[in-house]
T-cell receptor
């Protein structure tokens, strides 16, 4: 009963480095989402994928790219990390309305 | 300004006390969701409200939706230390999409 899984749990990057955050869900959901959570800002949507093969920008897409690899997996890529991207990143999935979240990735960019 | 305002931002109560957290939207609500987040962890879905006047309960937690006021309240009865955490409301404010906006959360501490 894994639900939504995310890797890695923690990551430290230097400015300019790249990395990919992985997300997978085993609930056969069509829609998947990437959020970032910052103090005082709440959760903000970065990108979402309504179904396999489609992706759309959310509220804060700059500096990120996504890939919906298949129905299960949705990855988030930082091409050139910046200190402003230090945050906790959450992946979520949904079938109809209710979104289910992964445990998060805590990213620090030095 | 936040489209989804939560109040209070933080709350400290004695074990056994009742408490209420509010979530108010500046836009029409097409679904209101409550989540709980333990410190440093992911979000756990509590309940979803869709219709005005709807009320749902999960153990000692009750949530209501006032569609006219574009507001939801979360009420915890006889709070316990296990209720501690951050409570977030999320809402769909666009019909026909699954995109949410979230409030900034209410941090709850329950003193034993």
């Amino acid at each position: 009963n894994a639900g939504v899984t995310q890797t890695p749990k923690f990551q430290v990057l230097k400015t300019g480095q790249s990395m990919t955050l992985q997300c997978a869900q085993d609930m056969n959901h069509n829609s998947m989402y990437w959020y970032r959570q910052d103090p005082g800002m709440g959760l903000r949507l970065i990108y979402y994928s309504a179904s396999e093969g489609t992706t759309d920008k959310g509220e804060v897409p700059n500096g990120y790219n996504v890939s919906r690899l298949n129905k299960r997996e949705f990855s988030l890529r930082l091409e050139s990390a910046a200190p402003s991207q230090t945050s906790v990143y959450f992946c979520a999935s949904s079938e109809v309305r209710t979104q289910y979240f992964g445990p998060g990735t805590r990213l620090t960019v030095l | 300004s936040q489209e989804l305002e939560q109040s209070p931002q933080s709350l400290i109560v004695q074990e056994g006390k009742n408490l209420t957290i509010n979530c108010t939207s500046s836009k029409t609500l097409y679904g209101l969701y409550w989540y709980k987040q333990k410190y440093g962890e992911g979000l756990i879905f509590l309940m979803m409200l869709q219709k005005g006047g709807e009320e749902k309960s999960h153990e000692k937690i009750t949530a209501k939706l006032d569609e006219k006021k574009q507001q939801s309240s979360l009420h915890i009865t006889a709070s316990q230390p296990s209720h501690a955490g951050i409570y977030l409301c999320g809402a769909s404010t666009t019909s026909g999409t699954y995109k949410y906006i979230f409030g900034t959360g209410t941090r709850l501490k329950v003193l034993a």
